[in-house]
Structures are given as structure tokens and as C-alpha cells.
């Protein structure tokens, strides 16, 4: 199971933009980079801390992020089986 997360993690972070910048990155590593909710949370982050952007200026890191967020909770909901035995 560790080797799973190293599959998922080390993309994140390297596509993300957090190591190397986003704009100098081949455009198929861009495409790839989009679907990954780092990238979003990283550039939301940038924006609030370093540039002071108001979060709804950044509309659809935001729309993103929050579909991720829905997502993950209706998976994690659907597979939480609490039974009394």
C-alpha cells in the first residue's frame, strides 16, 4: 500500500506547481496537472497568501476544488458501512 501513495503523492507535488513552475511545463504535463487537485490548491493559495487575490476572483480553482472535496466525501460515504451486529 505504501508504493500506491508514492504513485499518487510524488505527481502531485512535482505537476503541482509547487516545485517547478507551472508555465514552463510541457503542455502534456499541464493537462495531466489540471486534473490534480494540488495544482488548484496550490495556485488558491498563492493567490490568497503572496498575490492578496479575494477568493472569488479565482472561480474555477475554486469550483474544482470544491467538486474534488464532493466527491471524495460521497466516495468515503458511500463506502462507510456502519453496522450493528
Do not use: N
Not at 11 to 34: K, N, Q, T, V
Amino acid at each position: 500500500m505504501v508504493h500506491l501513495h508514492l504513485f499518487v503523492l510524488l505527481p502531485s507535488i512535482l505537476l503541482s506547481g509547487f516545485m517547478f513552475p507551472y508555465e514552463g511545463m510541457p503542455l502534456p504535463a499541464r493537462r495531466i496537472a489540471e486534473i490534480l487537485p494540488a495544482t488548484h490548491f496550490i495556485r488558491l493559495i498563492r493567490g490568497v497568501v503572496l498575490r492578496d487575490v479575494q477568493l472569488l476572483s479565482m472561480p474555477w480553482d475554486i469550483a474544482f476544488f470544491a467538486c474534488f472535496i464532493v466527491a471524495g466525501l460521497t466516495a468515503a460515504s458511500l463506502r462507510f458501512k456502519k453496522r450493528l451486529d
